[in-house]
Antibody, heavy 116, light 111 residues
Framework: EVQLVESGGGLVQPGGSLRLSCAASGFIFSDYWMTWVRQAPGKGLEWVANIKQDGSEKYYVDSVKGRFTISRDNAKNSLYLRMNSLRAEDTAVYYC?????????WGQGTLVSVSS | QSALTQPASVSGSPGQSITISCTGTNIDIGSYNLVSWYQQHPGKAPKLMIYEDTKRPSGVSNRFSGSQSGNTASLTISGLQAEDEADYYCCSYAGRSTFYVFGTGTKVTVL
């Protein structure tokens, strides 16, 4: 059974940093692109970042370029999102998802709140 | 890249059919046959319902069907049931740098 479990969310002050993790199981992690998607409270879904199977290609939505870094550790079956210079508008539930030109499995999400 | 356009809400009675539209452009929906649809119940993660415009993942009811023409995709739910009440999002693959563009979301209400 495919499982994705996010962790690392919490309350952080504007300008602060946070690292999200996503533990994958039930599939060959190194065979798949992986994705982070976020959803601000009461709002829709927004693609945040993608990473290739071997980590050699990474892509970001414009609003997080230069602030967020997606990475992965295939030996640990884990996906990460390092978030720096956080802003109030980054407040959202962050989901990791398996990517095959569609997002076929999602984690349960982790809430990031940016507030003073 | 702008969000794909969906109606804010659609409603129907049990047993009826409803259709949700998703309008994009020729750089997303119109360029790829790669529209997917997601169902999201309150407080839950999205669930893939349709992919590659028309395909259903294993385990998804055949009451859900998808179509695409030009820059518009559609999701039809037939035989509407109470459990179908949820938010629905379309999503188009949009190329190597943008990857995914989501729709604005549609709240489906079962009357």
């Amino acid at each position: 059974e495919v499982q994705l479990v996010e962790s690392g969310g919490g309350l952080v002050q504007p300008g602060g940093s946070l690292r999200l993790s996503c533990a994958a199981s039930g599939f060959i992690f190194s065979d798949y692109w992986m994705t982070w998607v976020r959803q601000a409270p009461g709002k829709g879904l927004e693609w945040v970042a993608n990473i290739k199977q071997d980590g050699s290609e990474k892509y970001y939505v414009d609003s997080v370029k230069g602030r967020f870094t997606i990475s992965r550790d295939n030996a640990k079956n884990s996906l990460y999102l390092r978030m720096n210079s956080l802003r109030a508008e980054d407040t959202a539930v962050y989901y990791c998802a398996r990517s095959q030109r569609r997002l076929d499995y999602w984690g349960q999400g982790t809430l990031v709140s940016v507030s003073s | 890249q702008s969000a794909l356009t969906q109606p804010a809400s659609v409603s129907g009675s049990p047993g009826q059919s409803i259709t949700i539209s998703c309008t994009g452009t020729n750089i997303d929906i119109g360029s790829y046959n790669l529209v997917s649809w997601y169902q999201q119940h309150p407080g839950k993660a999205p669930k893939l319902m349709i992919y590659e415009d028309t395909k259903r993942p294993s385990g998804v009811s055949n009451r859900f069907s998808g179509s695409q023409s030009g820059n518009t995709a559609s999701l039809t739910i037939s035989g509407l049931q109470a459990e179908d009440e949820a938010d629905y999002y379309c999503c188009s693959y949009a190329g190597r740098s943008t990857f995914y563009v989501f729709g604005t979301g549609t709240k489906v209400t079962v009357l």
